[in-house]
């Protein structure tokens, strides 16, 4: 008999070695310390038999960015079973509590990056973000079709960059939908620590900043390195790996891109977890110097409270609309109802008419933040549209400006 309850700050040790075994991890004293302080400022729950912790699931207690609004928003991390317990509803069981109590909580959503893409859509998650990432071949100089922002560029230490850096990543959370808040414990073991988590080899984050000395920053790029080699008779070039690149104009994005694919000794650029409509795809002035490596699923959602996650976006067109939703983990969520939206703000409430489209909780988060139409849904036998036009009326209603991006790996 498996019992679900908190996890106290005795117990996280425990909790990590348990993740660390399902994870087939074996992290060094300085990544234990980074874990253990990050799991410190989490919620914690763990599935015990007796004394033994045979299940765990933490969440950073997050805001995230969807159209128009920054909600609280739990970020499920560190879920783990013992082998030994595997598939008789452990997880199953943490996660109808975690959904319990971020109702409780007030929490609309909750999201989580997934180990594999088919564990949690049966628990109502959707795909609600997409990355890429870029390659570029910097063994030539990188040719643009813009003029860069020739404002000056200057070193960040990394101690400062929270406060440096850290207003101008904020400001791009309401630009782009899906990007949780970054505290300061976030910044210092996550993005900023010393030794990347899952390469030793590449240097420690390098932080350019550009913009006038006294102004607010134009922009800023995170990046680590790793020297080239020979590996038999082939030279290696060295590589740059982009972390994160923000920029308020194109020409502040194009400056900065330059400037990493020019750095010396090294011959190739690559930044995981890019949007999918990142302006250095087009204004690249050589697409076969810049390409897109990789497409992937990044942040998963959870409409925990649809009524509330859907009254707190904004939209972007008018959309009248009666929704016949289910969801079978969150009996609250399902039914027919009307939703009433435009620019001025939105209803949702019970109905009794005929739905205009019917579909799953988890195919309504997957196009909440704007990242995934209804139309390519509906293509794909996943929402039935009763009404003709319906998806893409409601598709018009949900689109944002730029894609929804999460760049945070949690
Ligand atoms: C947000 C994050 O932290 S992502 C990290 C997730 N953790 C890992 O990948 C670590 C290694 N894996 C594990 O610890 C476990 O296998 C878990 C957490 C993935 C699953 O835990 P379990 O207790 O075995 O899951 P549970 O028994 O509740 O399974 C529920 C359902 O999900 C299915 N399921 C569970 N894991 C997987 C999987 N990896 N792939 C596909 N289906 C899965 C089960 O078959 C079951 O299906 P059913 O309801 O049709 O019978």
Same mark, same amino acid.
């Given at each position: 008999?498996?019992?679900?309850?908190?996890?106290?700050?005795?117990?996280?040790?425990?909790?990590?070695?348990?993740?660390?075994?399902?994870?087939?991890?074996?992290?060094?004293?300085?990544?234990?310390?980074?874990?253990?302080?990050?799991?410190?400022?989490?919620?914690?729950?763990?599935?015990?038999?007796?004394?033994?912790?045979?299940?765990?699931?933490?969440?950073?207690?997050?805001?995230?960015?969807?159209?128009?609004?920054?909600?609280?928003?739990?970020?499920?991390?560190?879920?783990?079973?013992?082998?030994?317990?595997?598939?008789?509803?452990?997880?199953?069981?943490?996660?109808?509590?975690?959904?319990?109590?971020?109702?409780?909580?007030?929490?609309?959503?909750?999201?989580? *990056?997934?180990?594999?893409?088919?564990?949690?859509?049966?628990?109502?998650?959707?795909?609600?973000?997409?990355? &890429?990432?870029?390659? %570029?071949?910097?063994?030539?100089?990188?040719?643009?079709? %813009?003029?860069?922002?020739?404002?000056?560029?200057?070193?960040?230490?990394?101690?400062?960059?929270?406060?440096?850096?850290?207003?101008?990543?904020?400001?791009?959370?309401?630009?782009?939908?899906?990007?949780?808040?970054?505290?300061?414990?976030?910044?210092?073991?996550? *993005?900023?620590?010393?030794?990347?988590?899952?390469?030793?080899?590449?240097?420690?984050?390098?932080?350019?900043?550009?913009?006038?000395?006294?102004?607010?920053?134009?922009?800023?790029? %995170?990046?680590?390195?790793?020297?080239?080699?020979?590996?038999?008779? &082939?030279?290696?070039?060295?590589?740059?790996?982009?972390?994160?690149?923000?920029?308020?104009?194109?020409?502040?994005?194009?400056?900065? *891109?330059?400037?990493?694919?020019?750095?010396?000794?090294?011959?190739?650029?690559?930044? *995981?977890?890019?949007?999918?409509?990142?302006?250095?795809?087009?204004?690249?002035?050589?697409?076969?110097?810049?390409?897109?490596?990789?497409?992937?699923?990044?942040?998963?959602?959870?409409?925990?409270?649809?009524?509330?996650?859907?009254?707190?976006?904004?939209?972007?067109?008018?959309?009248?609309?009666?929704?016949?939703?289910?969801?079978?983990?969150?009996?609250?969520?399902?039914?027919?109802?009307?939703?009433?939206?435009?620019?001025?703000?939105?209803?949702?409430?019970?109905?009794?008419?005929?739905?205009?489209?019917?579909?799953?909780?988890?195919?309504?988060?997957?196009?909440?933040?704007?990242?995934?139409?209804?139309?390519?849904? &509906?293509?794909?036998?996943?929402?039935?549209?009763?009404?003709?036009?319906?998806?893409?009326?409601?598709?018009?209603?949900?689109?944002?400006?730029?894609?929804?991006?999460?760049?945070?790996?949690?």
């Amino acid at each position: 008999m498996v019992d679900i309850r908190e996890v106290p700050e005795a117990d996280i040790d425990r909790a990590q070695e348990l993740a660390y075994l399902v994870f087939h991890d074996r992290p060094d004293e300085e990544g234990r310390a980074r874990h253990r302080t990050l799991l410190g400022h989490c919620d914690r729950l763990g599935a015990y038999e007796g004394d033994a912790l045979v299940g765990f699931m933490a969440a950073h207690r997050f805001r995230l960015s969807v159209p128009g609004a920054d909600l609280p928003c739990p970020g499920l991390t560190f879920v783990a079973v013992a082998p030994t317990h595997r598939r008789r509803g452990v997880l199953t069981a943490l996660m109808a509590e975690q959904l319990r109590r971020t109702g409780a909580a007030g929490a609309p959503v909750a999201a989580l *990056w997934a180990s594999e893409a088919a564990i949690y859509g049966r628990f109502g998650y959707g795909s609600a973000t997409q990355g &890429v990432t870029i390659e %570029i071949d910097s063994t030539r100089p990188l040719a643009l079709r %813009i003029a860069p922002d020739r404002r000056p560029l200057r070193m960040i230490d990394p101690a400062d960059a929270p406060a440096l850096i850290g207003p101008a990543h904020e400001a791009t959370r309401a630009l782009r939908a899906g990007r949780p808040s970054r505290g300061p414990e976030r910044w210092r073991e996550e *993005w900023l620590c010393e030794q990347d988590e899952e390469d030793e080899e590449l240097s420690p984050p390098r932080i350019i900043a550009l913009g006038d000395p006294g102004e607010p920053l134009a922009g800023y790029v %995170i990046y680590r390195t790793k020297p080239g080699g020979d590996s038999g008779p &082939v030279r290696t070039p060295g590589l740059v790996r982009v972390d994160e690149l923000e920029a308020d104009t194109p020409a502040v994005a194009a400056a900065l *891109w330059e400037c990493v694919a020019g750095l010396d000794l090294t011959g190739r650029v690559s930044a *995981w977890g890019r949007p999918a409509d990142d302006p250095l795809l087009h204004f690249a002035a050589d697409r076969d110097q810049v390409k897109v490596t990789e497409v992937f699923p990044a942040l998963w959602l959870r409409l925990v409270d649809v009524r509330a996650a859907l009254t707190a976006r904004s939209w972007a067109a008018p959309v009248e609309l009666v929704l016949e939703l289910a969801d079978v983990r969150l009996p609250a969520n399902a039914g027919r109802f009307r939703l009433k939206a435009g620019p001025g703000g939105a209803t949702y409430e019970r109905a009794a008419q005929a739905p205009d489209l019917e579909l799953d909780v988890r195919e309504l988060a997957a196009c909440y933040l704007g990242g995934t139409r209804v139309v390519e849904l &509906v293509v794909a036998g996943l929402v039935r549209e009763h009404t003709p036009g319906a998806a893409a009326t409601l598709d018009a209603a949900l689109r944002t400006e730029l894609l929804p991006h999460t760049a945070d790996e949690f």
